[in-house]
């Protein structure tokens, strides 16, 4: 059965930053692209990054660009989104899915970007 | 970027009747290996989303029978032929082919 869990999520100050992490089960991690999406509060889905199975590539929406990092550790079957430069509207509920195609996702992390 | 169009927003349905969404992109979504990589979503109240057909028409794994995709090249149809209380939710197309992917507005379903 395929698990995804997010954690890391926080209450953080406009500037400030936060990583979130994505532990994955269930399927052959280092084979699979994964990715991270978003929804702001009572706002729809935001892709936000996607990352290659062994690191070779990652892209990012616009919106994050150049402030948010995606990265991986295969050998511990964990998904990273590091993110500097924290604006309001970051503030969202960040989810972690399997593959650029989203097949399974997990509950969500909620960041809040707030002084 | 590709610009993902959903109608409706919104959609009020008869418990048994059928319901269509339609989602439009602004560039094909055909790859160059002829592959067509456009996916439906559906976010049920307070939980995640869950996929429901990939690749235009390929149901997930455990999707009830009665949802269907179709179309091809820019148009695209989710059709539940029935529509039962746990479909109640909003349910967003994705477009896998072209990167940054991008989501559809979003259409809510209710029951009348």
């Known amino acids: 059965e395929v698990q995804i869990l997010e954690s890391g999520g926080d209450l953080v100050q406009p500037g400030g930053s936060l990583r979130l992490s994505c532990a994955a089960s269930?399927?052959?991690?280092?084979?699979?692209?994964m990715s991270w999406v978003r929804q702001a509060p009572g706002k729809g889905l935001e892709w936000v990054s996607t990352i290659s199975p062994s690191s070779d590539y990652a892209y990012y929406a616009d919106s994050v660009k150049g402030r948010f990092t995606i990265s991986r550790d295969n050998s511990r079957n964990t998904l990273y989104l590091q993110m500097n430069s924290l604006r309001a509207e970051d503030t969202a509920l960040y989810y972690c899915s399997k593959g650029s195609a989203c097949d399974y996702w997990g509950q969500g992390t909620v960041v809040t970007v707030s002084s | 970027d590709v610009v993902m169009t959903q109608s409706p927003l919104s959609l009020p349905v008869t418990l048994g009747q059928p319901a269509s969404i339609s989602c439009r992109s602004s560039?094909?979504?055909?790859?160059?290996?002829?592959?067509?990589?456009l996916n439906w979503f559906l976010q049920r109240p307070g939980q995640s989303p869950r996929r429901l057909i990939y690749?235009?028409?390929y149901r997930d794994s455990g999707v009830p029978d009665r949802f269907s995709g179709s179309g091809s090249g820019t148009d695209f149809t989710l059709k539940i032929s029935r529509v039962e209380a746990e479909d109640v939710g909003i349910y967003y197309c994705m477009q896998a082919t072209h990167w940054p992917r991008t989501f559809g507005q979003g259409t809510r379903v209710e029951i009348k």
């Open positions: 560039q094909s979504l055909v790859n160059s290996g002829g592959q067509t990589f």
């Open positions: 690749m235009v028409s």
């Open positions: 269930g399927f052959t991690f280092n084979t699979y692209e």
